[in-house]
């Protein structure tokens, strides 16, 4: 099966989901998460009609999509892992958003370089959930005090938020994860009432991605489903 032809069943199935839960699939964006995957397969997934991209690692994002962003400028870069300070102003300067901002430090960091952007850098703020790697912020009210330090942060935009869900077969387990994060959307829609800034709802992956659509996510990070062979 070619990526094209991955993508084209991700999409029953999304379009599937949708249908059941009540919803619009144009209310879900498809991400591919292209990490440790070839120029070549971006390349094909992006004729497949794949316009987001998920990165875990700066110097692989930055080699892989550095000609391919200019050729294709509707192309949008997320970085998606674990970011370390020292890494924050190549991300900052590179990536569109940085879904992955797990920690009021990075925060700072990230803020200290982007008056050198053209536009501002979009912030998905990582609550955690449940998921063994165990980053993002492990309470709400850190979640909420990281939401107000980035509203104070020129040139930063809060777009959302991001979770992993546990890697388990318990959906039930699943969907209470996912449910912590709209829970989390809807107080910072109360406090911050902005609501564009949190439209973002970065949840589901190649393993949970059904149960993710029924719970409100707005983007899916898909990476085995679309590379593999």
Same mark, same amino acid.
């Given at each position: 099966?070619?990526?094209?032809?991955?993508?084209?069943?991700?999409?029953?199935?999304?379009?599937k989901a949708c249908d059941l839960s009540?919803?619009?699939?144009?209310?879900?964006?498809?991400?591919?998460?292209?990490?440790?995957?070839?120029?070549?397969?971006?390349?094909e997934a992006f004729r497949a009609g794949i316009e987001y991209f998920g990165e875990s690692r700066v110097q692989e994002g930055m080699e892989k999509f550095d000609s391919f962003?200019?050729? &294709?400028?509707?192309?949008?870069?997320?970085?998606?892992? +674990?970011?370390?300070?020292?890494?924050? #102003?190549? /991300?900052? !300067?590179?990536?569109d958003c940085i879904q992955s901002a797990d920690r009021w430090q990075l925060i700072e960091e990230l803020a200290k370089h982007v008056p050198a952007r053209n536009k501002p850098l979009e912030i998905l703020l990582?609550? &955690?959930?449940?998921?063994?790697?165990?980053?993002?912020? +492990?309470?709400?009210?850190?979640?909420? #005090?990281? /939401?107000? !330090?980035?509203?104070?942060?020129?040139g930063l935009k809060p777009a959302g938020l991001m979770t992993m869900a546990p890697f388990t077969d318990d959906t039930e387990e699943i969907r209470a994860s996912f449910r912590q994060l709209v829970k989390a959307q809807s107080e910072l829609r109360r406090r911050f009432p902005v609501k564009e800034n949190w439209n973002c709802l970065s949840m589901g992956m190649s393993n949970d991605f059904e149960t993710a659509i029924e719970e409100g996510s707005t983007m899916l990070r898909i990476g085995s489903l679309i590379f593999k062979d």
């Open positions: 099966m070619s990526i094209t032809g991955n993508i084209a069943k991700v999409e029953e199935r999304i379009q009540g919803r619009k699939r144009d209310e879900i964006i498809l991400m591919g998460v292209s990490k440790f995957m070839p120029l070549n397969a971006v390349e962003k200019k050729e &294709h400028p509707q192309v949008s870069l997320h970085m998606i892992g +674990s970011l370390q300070r020292n890494k924050a #102003k190549q /991300a900052s !300067l590179f990536f990582e609550l &955690h959930t449940g998921e063994e790697t165990k980053n993002g912020f +492990s309470s709400l009210d850190e979640l909420y #005090k990281a /939401a107000q !330090l980035t509203l104070e942060k020129t």
